[in-house]
């Protein structure tokens, strides 16, 4: 599945897009980044699958694409 | 996946619009776009809001430009989102908004929100509600670059 990494999120990460091995869900895929990327354990966040904000541990699909946003600036 | 679809088959009702401009948003731009209504004799309010960027001072240092980036794809459902949900809520006669993307210079404008109708309080009310559906909701950053070059990440507040 693709991960995509925005704003401050995507320089801890070093990378605006990661594919990983499909995960259940929204909760693994947080885990398993928090672990590559440690610092992120820092950060505020929001995850949104196929471009809709995540509510609570949402279940993933092989093809979901996955996005860490960062808290919002725009105006 | 189901809602993805429901929003895709929603995109189709009215047609996508242009939200971004690269770099800011010129006086001139504004201008033509309020030209452009006087043909539309049925309004009788413009109501527009323009987001300026501020030379903020943070830790001695100033803020020299915001450089903008955002999820593209997002962004666009996003504001499409919020221009079908405004012209149900309200009763508006045109609806036009713009956001930056890349680097606004302090004092150059990042947002243009016009919205029009027969009377005042439509108008009023739907840029408001606008203005605050795009700083909560829509998918975008904004590096505040200082004039040392060196740079934070900006946080929208509830002011």
Not at chain 2, 68 to 86: D, L, N
């Amino acid at each position: 599945m693709m991960l995509k990494f925005f704003g401050q999120l995507a320089e801890i990460t070093g990378k605006t897009e990661l594919s990983i091995s499909p995960e259940e869900n929204t909760e693994a895929v947080i885990n398993k980044m928090k672990q590559q990327f440690p610092k992120l354990k820092e950060q505020t966040f929001q995850i949104a699958v196929n471009r809709i904000i995540a509510k609570d541990n949402q279940q993933l699909e092989p093809d979901s694409e996955i996005a860490f946003l960062p808290p919002f600036a725009g105006g | 996946m189901d809602a993805t679809n429901g929003i895709s088959k929603n995109m189709t009702a009215r047609k996508k619009h242009n939200v971004f401009i690269e770099g800011a948003i010129s006086p001139a731009f504004i201008a033509d776009s309020i030209a452009k209504h006087s043909t539309k004799t049925n309004i009788g309010a413009h109501d527009i809001f323009l987001g300026q960027v501020r030379k903020d001072e943070i830790n001695g240092k100033n803020v020299y430009a915001i450089e903008y980036s955002t999820y593209t794809e997002m962004a666009e459902e996003k504001f499409h989102e919020i221009r079908e949900a405004a012209f149900s809520k309200f009763d508006l006669t045109c609806m036009h908004i713009y956001h930056s993307n890349g680097i606004v210079k302090a004092g150059e404008i990042s947002l243009f929100v016009f919205v029009s109708s027969a009377h005042r309080n439509a108008a009023f009310e739907a840029c408001r509600w606008i203005v605050e559906e795009i700083k909560a909701n829509v998918p975008i950053w904004g590096k505040e670059i200082f004039e040392d070059e060196t740079y934070q990440w900006k946080e929208n507040t509830n002011k």
